[in-house]
């Protein structure tokens, strides 16, 4: 089922972890598939994780379901240049 749901929301890279139903609404929890990110300052990579933040986003309904993405936000820290 996951599966069907992270081709449906058609989006490179992010995975559906899981799925709530309440009532109209479908929550899905979302989350890329890669565990590093390229710091925005000097272009290295970094896999030093710094901050984990959930946030819910609102997209477009499936049918007559509302669909809330509840994306966690990665943080990562930069070795080379030490920003976040």
Do not use: W
């Not at 710091?39 to 896999?47: A, D, F, L, R, T």
């Not at 809330?68 to 080379?80: D, E, G, Q, T, Y």
């Amino acid at each position: 089922m996951k599966r069907i749901l992270t081709q449906l929301l058609n989006l490179a890279e992010v995975i559906v972890e899981s799925s709530l139903q309440e009532g109209q609404t479908l929550i899905l929890s979302v989350s890329k598939k890669v565990k590093s990110a390229v710091c925005p300052q000097c272009g290295q990579k970094s896999e030093k994780l710094h901050q984990n933040q959930r946030y819910l986003v609102k997209d477009l309904p499936m049918g007559d379901k509302e669909v809330i993405l509840n994306v966690n936000r990665r943080r990562f820290k930069c070795k080379k240049c030490r920003k976040t």
